[in-house]
């Protein structure tokens, strides 16, 4: 979850470090620090500090110093406490080494110990500051850099991107990739690396996407790539024409409030972008190329599975609706990071789809690498095409959302239903299940309900705002209920209120309510329940919440047009104009968004950087 930015060229550095940190602080916000070889005596200069990178911004421009070698970092906490020393850089003894680390050292504790005993001192209580000690007395040891690096990946584990800056060394970066990201800009008389490439895009579009299991020499007119037991390796230079694009809120008080409101042309493009890929005919199809699946594979599919994290978990449990409805196909939803922990049956008759905003998370990446060791087809959805997740997966289906810079998922959430849902009608037609005609009406209708999304964000602005944030702003805590696809989608709402606006959020499936929880039915603890548009199932809500009206407790609802016998139970309804069944939770998404968000507002929280959270989840 950390952000690695480095240079090593001809030009002072540190400006273009902290710019490429800002770019990267979605990773992390906690601390931040830079470090370069100074130009004037040519040793150390550096600073680091607790809090964001314009913190960090104002003290180096204090400072003053700056050099034509540099690495920089903006942290997310995972080992220590956040504070002054456990932000990166880290040093070894003598401070002629330094390091910035993104990932977890597994085994630290010992590694920890044992330098202790050797007689280092060691001033943070991070994970990471043992690389810069271990890798110091390595090279002590080691004859150069190549046998030290072999040296100390024997006695890491864990996953971990590293960059290493050396006194001793003024003219390279060491860099070091196992399981977690690094890219390397390749310009003129100058080289960069960084988490992201974003963060030297405007720089050079010539990348270099580190292999897993690697290590690398970075100077600025050269680049040696290793694997792990010292065999060179080729270096695969890209181009890429994606360019940073600064943007602001455009007149929003926060990026979240501004991704809620871009989600239906979010939508708009993503289906308008898979039409032109899809099921164009009777006689031409293009989908199964792009996702690197034969129409052979599709059609004797016994079995899918859906894989994610977070928000893109929940995703993939409403998807678990569309494939079985609407393709016939038996499909598993699997959580991402208890995947690789359970029982794993590889069939030849299946397939998977990882679900990822970023498509570097670390989880989901896990799971993947599994199921590519099976040789089982695998579909990558995704908002970002030069992701990990994206070449290490067979195909992908890439999203259209832009750059969602809000550590809350809104747009994100909302082009996975609609990616899913739009797959699941291209695969029920692969198959035989639904005709032509069908797709074309499932791509109206994801137009029709983005147009509904918004629209009910706009029905109720002004009551939310003025009336009904203050109300719910001052509540301790809060139960979610869904029943069938709107209990995932209960999940996320849950997950959306505690996680902006740090309000105990509990959700259930609505049927398990007089199994335990209702317990906790009182007056105090707003009770909201998320409706559906399939008849039978919206009967069994109706009984679910007279259960919390007969236990005095207070109801909120998110219904449909019509659904007059549970609004009238209602202490807060809120109403929504009628959709394609299935796709009712994509319909109530906005409005759902927003509620938490004006709720939010109102406790004078950080909406966009909740404490704790960072966008990308690159770490176990």
């Known amino acids: 979850m950390c952000g690695i930015v480095g240079y090593v060229g001809t030009s002072p550095c540190r400006r273009f470090i902290i710019n490429g940190l800002h770019r990267l602080e979605y990773r992390g916000y906690d601390s931040a620090g830079i470090v370069c070889i100074n130009s004037l005596h040519k040793h150390f200069s550096y600073c680091k500090e607790a809090g964001g990178v314009s913190v960090l911004q104002n003290i180096a421009e204090e400072a003053q110093f700056d050099g034509c070698i540099g690495i920089g970092h903006t942290r997310w906490a995972t080992h220590g406490v956040v504070d002054q020393k456990n932000a990166h850089p880290h040093f070894n003894c003598k401070k002629n080494i330094a390091v910035v680390h ?30 810069a000690h271990l890798f110091s007395s390595l090279l002590d040891i080691q004859k150069g850099i190549k046998q030290a690096v072999m040296a100390l990946l024997k006695q890491l584990h864990g996953a971990y991107a590293l960059v290493f800056i050396l006194e001793e060394y003024p003219d390279l970066l060491v860099l070091v990739r196992h399981k977690s990201p690094l890219v390397v800009g390749l310009g003129a008389n100058e080289s960069f690396v960084a988490s992201d490439y974003l963060a030297f895009s405007d720089k050079t579009n010539k990348v270099v996407f580190l292999p897993d299991e690697c290590f690398a020499i970075l100077k600025k007119d050269s680049l040696e790539i290793f694997d792990f037991f010292g065999n060179r390796l080729n270096i695969e230079t890209k181009e890429i ?11 929003f008080e926060h990026f979240m409030l501004k991704e809620i409101y871009e989600q239906k042309r979010a939508i708009f493009r993503t289906i308008t972008f898979y039409k032109a890929i899809g099921v164009h005919d009777e006689k031409t199809n293009c989908i ?36 079985e409805v609407i393709a016939k196909i038996p499909t598993r939803v699997c959580l991402a990071s208890e995947f690789r922990y359970m029982p794993f049956f590889p069939t030849n008759d299946s397939a998977f789809v990882v679900i990822s905003q970023s498509g570097e998370t670390a989880d989901t990446l896990e799971a993947l690498r599994l199921v590519n060791t099976c040789e089982i087809p695998t579909i990558a959805i995704t908002n970002v095409a030069s992701s990990t997740m994206v070449r290490e997966a067979t195909g992908f289906l890439p999203m259209q959302a832009g750059p969602e810079f809000s550590v809350a998922s809104t747009k994100a959430f909302s082009t996975q239903l609609a990616s899913l849902y739009w797959l699941a009608h291209c695969i029920a037609y692969e198959r035989g299940v639904i005709g032509l005609d069908d797709v074309s009406h499932a791509e109206e209708e994801l137009f029709v309900c983005a147009e509904v999304l918004e629209s009910a964000i706009e029905s109720y602005k002004l009551k939310i705002t003025q009336e009904l ?22 999940m996320e709402a849950a997950l959306k209120l505690k996680e902006i606006s740090y309000i105990f959020s509990q959700c259930y499936p609505a049927g398990e309510l007089k199994h335990g929880p209702i317990a906790l039915i009182d007056a105090k603890t707003p009770v909201i329940i998320f409706s559906v548009l399939d008849e039978l199932i919206y009967r069994k809500l109706i009984s679910n919440a007279h259960e919390v009206k007969a236990r005095g407790g207070h109801l909120v609802v998110f219904a449909f047009e ?19 069944t299935l796709l009712a939770p994509l319909a109530m998404t906005g409005l759902m968004q927003s509620f938490a968000y004006h709720i939010t507002r109102e406790l004078g929280r950080p909406i966009d950087k909740p404490r704790n959270l960072a966008k990308s989840v690159t770490v176990e």
């Open 102 to 131: 993104n990932g977890i050292i597994e085994d630290y504790e010992s590694i920890r110990t044992k330098l202790i005993h050797d007689g280092h001192e060691l001033v943070s209580t991070t994970d990471s500051e043992i690389a």
């Open 241 to 251: 024409d994606t360019k940073y694009i600064s943007i602001d809120k455009q007149g």
């Open 288 to 323: 199964w190329g792009q996702l690197g699946i034969s129409s052979d594979i599709v059609k004797n599919l016994h079995e899918l599975y859906l894989v994610g994290a977070g928000t893109s978990w929940h995703a993939a449990r409403i998807g678990q609706f569309f494939f």
């Open 469 to 490: 944030a203050p109300i719910y702003s001052k509540f301790d805590r809060f139960i979610f209920l869904g029943r069938h696809i709107s209990y995932p989608f209960a």
């Open 562 to 580: 019509g659904q007059q016998e549970l609004i009238s139970l209602a202490d807060c309804a809120f109403i929504v104009p009628k959709v394609a």
